[in-house]
């Protein structure tokens, strides 16, 4: 286990342990031995949505590949290379279904599933690249279970699939006779949100299965649109999924068998089977490959499933199987002396390599938000949120950093707009919200990306305007022109003289809260303090990364993005006052949100404004503490005194609850004038003071939802998101 001593508040209580602890794996990367109960029946609800699941799970994945295992031993294969879908769909709607089954002396342990015996007694270790479930079911038999995931190497690399060990082990003093089975079930299901009528027009029925040669079983799916001119031509953008790929299963070591199986319902499964006798004190190890492919090509699974055969000729105690690769993909990082930060940099680098996803419409690969967005609905939400999570990527894996870079500039139209969401294969939903911040969060990222790395020769790089099939291409130097134009001359400013608003910035919410103003002018004089501070911020940081580039054509833009920055700054001053703390927005010329009551949104960003003294700074701080700070365990929430707001109560998400988004730039901003302080507020962010805070949830220890519950309702500290969401990762990174 890691030692003891910690960067830790005076605040902090005891850390509490009921639910799992941390411990090193084998090669001295960070693993969590859960120890907790599979179900919660206790759990509070919100908007009817069980805020503590049952079944924790942990994400295991590359770039090709998103698995969620579970702590009952099931897991979930998404794939996210076109459309989000689902491999092995299970009953319930955001499920998959998987069994492993012994039979040994007359008995069937079930090792899969919340209620089996077998399941709930086993001892579980999630880490880098690896779940492992260890059952004794008898004083003879033992079994371990390993799931392990290579890591991605370049942007585009990644195996689309899994290994799984198996060792059965002969503890007693008498011959055994064995027989085991693990499956998948084959049931392909593109992730649509609840309410998206597409979900009904198509079905992918699994085509009748090739027999299996004992070594490799596979089931491909066959789309069946119910309205015609369901898909474009191939290679065009398409919402529903014209081209699912098969799921396989490939045994690679121990003599299982692979088959394909109906059940009674006439759903195939792929799986494996081996019997056989094991004497006293032997031991027989099982290994095969799960995956998805496009290319249904024996050759093709060969050669998919060669990239997964274990280095180690045994199991590990406790590591993936490729916990070497993973070594070489988390950095160490040495100089933290703090054990605790030290361990959750590993662990969040992990994440959200994890995470990572290549997309095939765009050949780039992002980082997604993950939660409900990505998992349960089906989207790739939003650019803003993308250009965030690869911040961090640009100090560890400036690769896959640069790649977010060109996928957003391959989601901007010619006039600039970057569009805000993505679903199925490179598909972009109308919608009625036209936000105003896409292009200053681009900024961030390619800001940091250029300070960080010194590579200009992205803005030189020729890559197509959206949608790729019709709209052309230019330098990324002319992307960055074009979005800096939309931003000035389309967005705007308002009345003030503040970046106007639209119907959102960052705060998606301002669209469908209710307001006496006629909605016509609501967007057309409503303006965002918060897209003020951020670009005064972010075009002087831009501004000043682009001269460093040496760039020809890049003095005019800097020099217009200076003058610009200039007239915000101008603005955000005389707007500011002598007031302690800027407003949230103006809804119009005489009407603001924030005038008496204090928002977060703009505050982070405030504070790392050069101009901005440090009197001033601290200034406003003292009273984000007094408002917004007081009574709160993870971090500022985001709003003073919230209202009551239809389906988001006063405390959660955007009406007051915790956001990383939002204490990431806060945790910055006070850096720039006070770091001691800095650091308590990101030591507050971890997943360590999230246990000590709250002993009893797992649903923010290894990973997190994007927003937390504050402590203005009883359900202080938990969702009604799901966890995994790359916020919870890449801000405190």
């Known amino acids: 286990a890691l030692a003891a001593g910690s960067l830790l508040p005076g605040w902090a209580a005891p850390p509490a342990s009921g639910l799992g602890e941390w411990l090193d794996d084998d090669l001295s990367l960070p693993c969590y031995r859960y120890t907790g109960p599979l179900r919660f029946p206790d759990s509070p609800r919100e908007n009817n949505t069980a805020m503590l699941p049952d079944d924790p799970l942990f994400l295991l994945g590359n770039y090709r590949l998103t698995l969620f295992t579970h702590a009952s031993g099931a897991y979930q294969i998404l794939t996210g290379e076109r459309a989000w879908g689902r491999m092995n769909q299970g009953d319930a ?25 077998a399941a709930i007694a086993a001892s579980r270790l999630f880490g880098v690249g690896f779940a492992q479930y260890d059952y004794t079911l008898s004083p003879a038999l033992h079994v371990t279970r390993v799931l392990s995931v290579p890591p991605s190497t370049a942007p585009a690399d990644g195996a689309s699939a899994f290994l799984v060990q198996v060792r059965l082990r002969n503890t007693g003093a008498a011959p055994l006779d064995l027989r085991y089975t693990e499956a998948a079930l084959a049931r392909y299901q593109q992730i649509f949100s609840p309410w998206a009528a597409e979900q009904h027009d198509i079905a992918w029925p699994a085509d009748a299965p090739k027999a299996s040669d004992g070594k490799t079983a596979l089931v491909s799916f066959t789309p069946r649109p119910r309205r015609k001119l369901a898909f474009p031509p191939k290679g065009q953008m398409a919402l ?72 180690a000729q045994h199991l590990p105690a406790s590591a993936s199987a490729f916990g070497e690769a993973w070594r ?68 560890t894996n400036p690769a896959v950093a640069r790649s977010v870079v060109r996928y957003l500039m391959k989601r901007t139209v010619p006039d600039g707009e970057i569009k805000l969401n993505d679903e199925g294969f490179g598909w972009s939903p ?27 020769s992205v803005l030189r790089d020729q890559i197509e305007y959206y949608p790729r099939d019709c709209s052309g291409r230019d330098t990324g130097l002319a992307h960055v022109r074009q979005a800096f134009l939309f931003l000035r001359d389309r967005v705007g400013v308002g009345p003030h003289g503040i970046v106007r608003r639209w119907n959102s910035d960052w705060n998606d919410m301002f669209f469908f809260w209710p307001t006496t103003m006629p909605y016509n002018r609501m967007f057309e004089e409503g303006e965002s303090h918060m897209n003020s501070a951020m670009a005064i911020v972010i075009l002087g940081d831009l501004a000043a990364a682009l001269d460093a580039s040496k760039d020809p054509a890049a003095p005019d833009l800097t020099s217009a993005m200076r003058e610009y920055r ?50 001033k700074k601290r200034r406003l701080y003292e009273e984000l503490e007094r408002r917004l700070l007081v009574g709160e365990s993870m971090g500022p929430r985001q709003i003073e005194t919230p209202v009551q707001q239809p389906g988001t109560p006063a405390g959660s998400r955007e009406n007051g609850g915790f956001w990383y988004a939002l204490n990431g730039p806060l945790v910055l901003g006070v850096a720039t004038f006070d770091l001691k302080t800095a650091e308590s507020l990101l030591s507050r962010m971890t997943f360590d003071n999230y246990a000590r805070s709250y002993p009893d949830y797992w649903t923010g220890r290894w990973s997190a939802s994007d927003s937390l519950d504050s402590s203005l309702l009883k359900t202080n500290g938990l969702s009604e998101n799901m966890v995994y969401c790359a916020h919870a990762h890449a801000w405190p990174l």
């Not at 759903?267 to 099982?286: D, I, M, Q």
């Open 328 to 395: 070489k993909v988390v950095p160490a990082f040495r100089q933290e002396t703090d054990p605790v930060l030290r361990r959750e940099m590993q662990w969040n680098v992990a994440a959200l390599e994890a995470m990572a996803t290549w997309r095939e419409y765009y050949d780039e690969t992002v980082v997604p938000q993950g939660t409900v967005y990505d998992y349960t609905w089906g989207m790739f939400a939003s650019s803003r949120d993308l250009a965030q999570h690869a911040r961090p990527l640009c100090h």
């Open 566 to 615: 200039s007239q915000l700054l101008t603005s955000w001053m005389n707007d500011l006052g002598d007031r302690a703390f800027p407003r949230r927005a103006w809804t119009s010329w005489s009407s603001a949100l924030g005038e008496q009551e204090m928002w977060l949104e703009p505050q982070g960003f405030a504070l790392l404004i050069p101009e901005f003294s440090p009197d």
């Open 93 to 117: 709607r955001y499920s998959g279904a998987n069994s492993a089954t012994v039979e040994a002396a007359g008995q069937s342990h079930n090792l899969i599933g919340v209620d089996q015996p």
């Open 240 to 311: 529903l999924e014209q081209f699912p790929p098969a799921l396989f299963v490939q045994s690679i070591g121990g003599d299982a068998q692979a088959f394909v199986r109906n059940d009674a319902s006439g759903t195939p499964s792929v799986g494996v089977l081996w019997s056989g006798a094991l004497k006293p004190g032997e031991e027989r190890e099982l290994t095969f490959v799960v995956g998805y492919t496009r290319d249904t090509a024996t050759s093709a699974i060969d050669k998919l499933a060669s990239q997964l055969r274990p280095h």
């Open 430 to 456: 109308s919608g009625a919200q036209q936000t105003s911040d896409q292009q200053l969060f681009f900024f961030l990222l390619l800001a940091e990306y250029l300070r960080a790395t010194g590579d200009a």
